[in-house]
């Protein structure tokens, strides 16, 4: 229906048009993230080459000719360097990409909200490709756009989604639905448990010849069908009350065997209604009721576009006012500088590959001051490339950070970082400062509460963080 009306050039907006995912701009950059995440997928790189070259004459040589050689081609054309895009956050990487690409050169209100899903997840899950797109492969189908709800345009929409709604004139098409139709429905049927090997219930098809099961069947079917026939006339009553106006209503003739009305589907309600009132004639195939009234000379102003607005974080004169800045020359620096954030920071980071993306979310958001980047970058690589703590940062570990355990007595205890394999977990603690005694029983606290899990805590660390990094194995 909405590609038969968007051929004759009318508006139509749709609950599928809105969804962000119908974009193919918000499709292409979706296909960079993943290349980013497996540059290796052939399918991705085709997606990627397939948006870039549906405007050129030569667009099957292109993508034969570059299939294979996608970042040179993408370095050489368009300026950008896929190998630098992990070193940003996801947020940064698309809107470099926007712009490198010229895919908003007015206004994209899909680009703008993938942005927005794109900074929402950022601050739930962190700044890592991964975590966004795990998260867009789950919610894809339903992330769609906000319309103001004067726009002049069509509605497409199911009749559940229109409850609550009212609009001038409604269209109601295909209004033939069957009442009692059972688009194979099962049904629990109580039966005697000596009967069959024990079992209570049989799980089995709601058919009409369930009628002839028996007494407890036959009561059962009867009242799925009343229950079927109460949603129909509900989802009737409701399309049939959204109109302010008029109402258009498109049906057909569906007859019984014995070509009489067939009362159990909505057209057949429709002719009973004509015949209650003396208006039905067999051969007419249309019947209205009152008058139309359209202000044919009403249009509704369409909306102002807003550019697309960048945010320019390469320019020199741009800067980020630190949320914590007014604290690292006092007395709590080494505490906020080496604690707290630095907890925060491993608490997003499960392999080398997460580091730089960590660190690009929390110095955006102002909580990385400029003159301390480099200070604590050194600090987080020198915990993940120590020598006798690299085995515990690889790539394919099950690794659980900053998660709470509950423990038989109802207390609550957080390990800094827990890494799993099998049966064997490794319990690992970040402490600044110096070292001390009274650390070893919070750390065999979560030992003890691990093993009451049925877990064998085979190491234990604590990670000392000041001038150089120090683990202590328990």
Known sequence: MADFLTRRGIQVISTESLLINSSAKVRFLINLLRCQNIPDDRSVRYEILSFLSKEKSNRHELITANLNELSAFLAE????????????SVYDGLELAIKLFDLAPDNDVYLSSLLDVVLDVERKDGAGVRPFLEYWDKKKDKLSLSTPAASNAIRIMTIHKAKGLEF?????????????KRYRKNMWLPVEPELYNGFDTLLISEKKEVMHYGEKAAALYSEEEQKMELDAFNLLYVALTRAEKSLFIISKKVNTVKGGHNTSHYSGLF???LKEKGLWDKDQE?????????????????????????????????GILASAGSLWDTEREAAISQGNLLHTIMSHIETKEDV???????????????????????????????????????????VKNETDIITRQGKFLRPDRLVFNENEVVVIDYKTGKKDPTYHQQIYDYADALEEMGYLATQKIIVYSTDTISPEFI
Not at 77 to 88: C, F, G, R
Not at 168 to 180: G, L, M, Q
Not at 295 to 310: C, H
């Open 77 to 88: 054309d368009y300026e950008l360097v896929l190998s630098e895009l992990p070193q940003k």
């Open 168 to 180: 001038a004139t409604v269209i109601f098409p295909y209004a033939t639905e069957d009442i009692y």
């Open 286 to 318: 249309s019947y209205s009721f009152g008058k139309l009234s359209l202000d044919e000379g009403a249009s509704i102003a369409s909306p102002k576009a807003v550019p697309f607005q960048y945010t320019h974080k390469d320019r020199p004169a741009f």
């Open 356 to 398: 730089a993306k960590a660190l690009a979310l929390f110095s955006r958001k102002g909580d990385i001051p400029s003159e301390k980047f480099e200070q604590v970058q050194h600090t987080v690589y020198s915990i993940i490339t120590h020598p006798e703590l690299i085995p515990y940062y690889k790539e394919g570990l099950i």
């Open 271 to 273: 002719i009973h209604y």
